[in-house]
């Protein structure tokens, strides 16, 4: 997506090819433990899941998925062994419903490889940190219903294809671009139908926005200094520092016609660090494992908007153009 306008389009307007498999087959897009956690819900509701993997083992096309469930998901066991169908993006089944849970820099191109599989009316769900990728998604897959979705759920891989669920929270879906409902009812009823609840919104983008204004205050801190999201708030050097980015996100947020947002960043940024106080955030762990980071669907989306208005980004900018280097290499 470039600037934060959203072409006009209606999930509504969009038939769904039927298909014969009832419920319908739920293809998981992404092997990380977001993929593994949603294909084992799915799986333990009776939806048939099916894990798109970039690189499936070369024999198995049937696989198990250990799951350590928290005891609030109801599944009365310390650790399950899930049966999922594992197909690589070269499989022919088509794809009727898609939860894609990839990093957002692997999304564009594992949706292009996936399009020619996408039924038309199929729903695909985008469920990845950050924005600006949602209008390519939607342009690479013009006959799909398109929708978001943010989670607070925790999950983190113990081994491949063996995931902890490690906090419990919720998952809104909306339609994209937002608006009427689109569908989002029936697709959250059918998705959250596992032990992971879904709830849907009428406009998910608020949300959106507010997510990502959190991970702008945390998630490239974290990732620079090397520390916790807790010590963001309890080293004086980093709190400075901290205070002042939620300052300058406010303003952005506000000249960018968010009032409400604005007036909350600083209270819920604080509120998710210290909720989240030993965890070290997404970008800190891709950037020590030399993957990508997501900070240009993250604080990269939020200069580009800024900027677009005219609006200065100082803190913001540096902090991307920091992570970036330190992406290709370089040290700070
Ligand atoms: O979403 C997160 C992330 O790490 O990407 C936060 C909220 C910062 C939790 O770690």
Same mark, same amino acid.
């Given at each position: 997506?470039?600037?934060?306008?959203?072409?006009?389009?209606?999930?509504?307007?969009?038939?769904?090819?039927?298909?014969?498999?009832?419920?319908?087959?739920?293809?998981?897009?992404?092997?990380?433990?977001?993929?593994?956690?949603?294909? !084992?819900?799915?799986?333990?509701?009776?939806?048939?899941?099916?894990?798109?993997?970039?690189?499936?083992?070369?024999?198995?096309?049937?696989? /198990? =998925?250990?799951?350590?469930? *928290?005891?609030?998901?109801?599944?009365?066991?310390?650790?399950?062994?899930?049966?999922?169908?594992?197909?690589?993006?070269?499989?022919?089944? @088509?794809?009727?419903?898609?939860?894609?849970?990839?990093?957002? @820099?692997?999304?564009?191109?594992?949706?292009?490889?996936?399009?020619?599989?996408?039924?038309?009316?199929?729903?695909?769900?985008?469920?990845?940190?950050?924005?600006?990728?949602?209008?390519?998604?939607?342009?690479?897959?013009?006959?799909? *219903?398109?929708?978001?979705?943010?989670?607070? &759920?925790?999950?983190?891989?113990?081994?491949?294809?063996?995931?902890?669920?490690?906090?419990?929270?919720?998952?809104?879906?909306?339609?994209?671009?937002?608006?009427?409902?689109?569908?989002?009812?029936?697709?959250?009823?059918?998705?959250?139908?596992?032990?992971?609840?879904?709830?849907?919104?009428?406009?998910?983008?608020?949300?959106?926005?507010?997510?990502?204004?959190?991970?702008?205050? =945390?998630?490239?801190?974290?990732?620079?200094?090397?520390?916790?999201?807790?010590?963001?708030?309890?080293?004086?050097?980093?709190?400075?520092?901290?205070?002042?980015? !939620?300052?300058? =996100?406010?303003?952005?947020?506000?000249?960018?016609?968010?009032?409400?947002?604005?007036?909350?960043?600083?209270?819920?940024?604080?509120?998710?660090?210290?909720?989240?106080?030993?965890?070290?955030?997404?970008?800190?762990?891709?950037? &020590?494992?030399? *993957?990508?980071?997501?900070?240009?669907?993250?604080?990269?989306?939020? !200069?580009?908007?800024?900027?677009?208005?005219?609006?200065? !980004?100082?803190?913001? /900018?540096?902090?991307?153009?920091?992570?970036?280097?330190? &992406?290709?290499?370089?040290?700070?």
């Amino acid at each position: 997506m470039s600037g934060s306008g959203f072409a006009i389009r209606d999930n509504a307007l969009m038939k769904e090819t039927p298909t014969s498999t009832t419920p319908a087959a739920w293809h998981v897009l992404g092997g990380g433990a977001m993929g593994c956690l949603w294909a !084992c819900s799915l799986a333990t509701a009776g939806h048939p899941a099916r894990l798109l993997l970039r690189q499936p083992p070369a024999c198995a096309t049937d696989s /198990d =998925i250990t799951l350590s469930p *928290r005891p609030t998901d109801g599944l009365h066991k310390q650790s399950l062994q899930i049966p999922v169908r594992i197909e690589g993006a070269g499989d022919a089944t @088509p794809i009727t419903r898609l939860l894609a849970c990839t990093k957002a @820099p692997d999304l564009l191109p594992a949706l292009a490889d996936l399009a020619p599989r996408v039924v038309d009316g199929a729903a695909v769900v985008l469920l990845q940190n950050g924005m600006g990728f949602h209008a390519e998604a939607a342009a690479l897959l013009p006959r799909a *219903r398109i929708f978001c979705a943010l989670t607070t &759920e925790g999950a983190y891989l113990q081994s491949r294809l063996s995931v902890r669920h490690a906090g419990s929270g919720e998952t809104l879906l909306g339609a994209f671009p937002g608006g009427a409902d689109g569908g989002a009812a029936q697709l959250a009823a059918e998705l959250g139908c596992g032990f992971l609840p879904v709830r849907p919104v009428e406009n998910i983008l608020p949300s959106l926005w507010a997510k990502l204004a959190i991970n702008c205050a =945390i998630n490239p801190l974290t990732a620079l200094h090397g520390c916790t999201n807790g010590e963001l708030l309890e080293r004086p050097g980093l709190r400075s520092e901290f205070d002042a980015l !939620c300052t300058e =996100i406010s303003g952005l947020l506000a000249g960018l016609g968010h009032p409400l947002l604005a007036s909350a960043v600083a209270a819920d940024a604080v509120r998710v660090a210290r909720a989240t106080a030993a965890n070290r955030s997404s970008m800190l762990q891709d950037l &020590e494992a030399g *993957r990508r980071t997501e900070i240009r669907y993250i604080t990269g989306f939020l !200069c580009q908007n800024a900027k677009a208005a005219g609006l200065p !980004c100082p803190r913001n /900018d540096a902090l991307f153009r920091a992570v970036r280097q330190r &992406e290709h290499g370089g040290q700070p």
